[in-house]
T-cell receptor
Framework: GNSVTQMEGPVTLSEEAFLTINCTYTATGYPSLFWYVQYPGEGLQLLLKATKADDKGSNKGFEATYRKETTSFHLEKGSVQVSDSAVYFCALITRESNYQLIWGAGTKLIIKP | GAGVSQTPSNKVTEKGKYVELRCDPISGHTALYWYRQSLGQGPEFLIYFQGTGAADDSGLPNDRFFAVRPEGSVSTLKIQRTERGDSAVYLC?????????????FGPGTRLTVL
């Protein structure tokens, strides 16, 4: 079946630190991969996506590379800011999943000034 | 332009009551999805519509849950005989059409509390 596993939080970092949030997946077919972000009190927003192997999604200084050989889509940012504090969700979608998003449990990120 | 809207934003009800949750998708989006999110977890798929028809309702937990989209735009999620375990945030999303590359845009959610 399809599933997404992401590192447990909370992850607490100081401002300007390097961020990695791990995400691995199991999927039938050829999934597209997504990172969504949920800021406090707001709805889910797409942060970045990649639709095929070796694609790199990027947005707002965040990056993630679709690695088919390791079935991973780790989220990285070189220098985090307090405003990046949020919950980050890794997700996948496939035709075989009938286009429903399959989600990880979410990782809460806390950035301290 | 307007995003996905959901009403009400909060709903408190008593066990055994009936509730309706409404979703207004982005204009022109043919695919509409309902998810449920419990505290500290990722969203869980409930049902998705392509146009007026339910293309996949495999995520509905039981027959107390039902959803409609009669004109291919607004959708209503209906829950009969609510139970405390139904308490969660109910999320609606829409996309231009179904597919692996189309972004799903999410509404702010309806927080349902069953007392």
């Amino acid at each position: 079946g399809n599933s997404v596993t992401q590192m447990e939080g909370p992850v607490t970092l100081s401002e300007e630190a390097f961020l990695t949030i791990n995400c691995t997946y199991t999927a039938t077919g050829y999934p597209s991969l997504f990172w969504y972000v949920q800021y406090p009190g707001e709805g889910l927003q797409l942060l970045l996506k990649a639709t095929k192997a070796d694609d790199k999604g990027s947005n707002k200084g965040f990056e993630a590379t679709y690695r088919k050989e390791t079935t991973s889509f780790h989220l990285e940012k070189g220098s985090v800011q307090v405003s990046d504090s949020a919950v980050y969700f890794c997700a996948l979608i496939t035709r075989e999943s009938n286009y429903q998003l399959i989600w990880g449990a979410g990782t809460k990120l806390i950035i301290k000034p | 332009g307007a995003g996905v809207s959901q009403t009400p934003s909060n709903k408190v009800t008593e066990k055994g009551k009936y509730v309706e949750l409404r979703c207004d998708p982005i204009s022109g989006h043919t695919a509409l999805y309902w998810y449920r999110q419990s505290l500290g977890q990722g969203p869980e798929f409930l049902i998705y519509f392509q146009g007026t028809g339910a293309a996949d309702d495999s995520g509905l937990p039981n027959d107390r849950f039902f959803a409609v989209r009669p004109e291919g735009s607004v959708s209503t999620l209906k829950i009969q005989r609510t139970e405390r375990g139904d308490s969660a945030v109910y999320l609606c999303a829409s996309s231009l059409t179904s597919g692996v590359v189309n972004e799903q845009f999410f509404g702010p959610g309806t927080r349902l509390t069953v007392l």
